[in-house]
Nanobody, 117 residues
Framework: QVQLVESGGGLVQPGGSLRLSCVAS????????MGWYRQAPGKQRELVAR?????TKFGDSMKGRFTISRDNANTVYLQMNSLKPEDTAVYYC?????????????WGQGTLVTVSS
């Protein structure tokens, strides 16, 4: 079994910063990609940022404000700067993971980010 555990969400004022973390654990052979998606109330889930071995992709509204990094094989971070009220959402960690039976697309439980004064 494989799981993703997120941390770092919370309440922040407009213009502030937050750092989200996500750790993958379980019977992992390798991780092809890790990233973050978000879903605001009444809206569809959208890409925030995703990193693979060769590239990084950001959602359009996050470019220049958010950065994504991996410090080892199983952990990914999302640094969010210059936060806006419209960044308020539940942020989900996502990973494409190779296990013994095959490849799995795994989601975390989500962490709430609220940007408000």
């Amino acid at each position: 079994q494989v799981q993703l555990v997120e941390s770092g969400g919370g309440l922040v004022q407009p213009g502030g910063s937050l750092r989200l973390s996500c750790v993958a654990s379980g019977s992992i052979i390798s991780i092809n990609a890790m990233g973050w998606y978000r879903q605001a109330p009444g809206k569809q889930r959208e890409l925030v940022a995703r990193v693979t071995a060769g590239s990084t992709k950001f959602g359009d509204s996050m470019k220049g404000r958010f950065t994504i990094s991996r410090d080892n094989a199983n952990t990914v971070y999302l640094q969010m700067n210059s936060l806006k009220p419209e960044d308020t959402a539940v942020y989900y960690c996502n990973a494409n993971i190779r296990t013994l039976p095959g490849y799995l697309e795994v989601w975390g439980q989500g962490t709430l980010v609220t940007v408000s004064s």
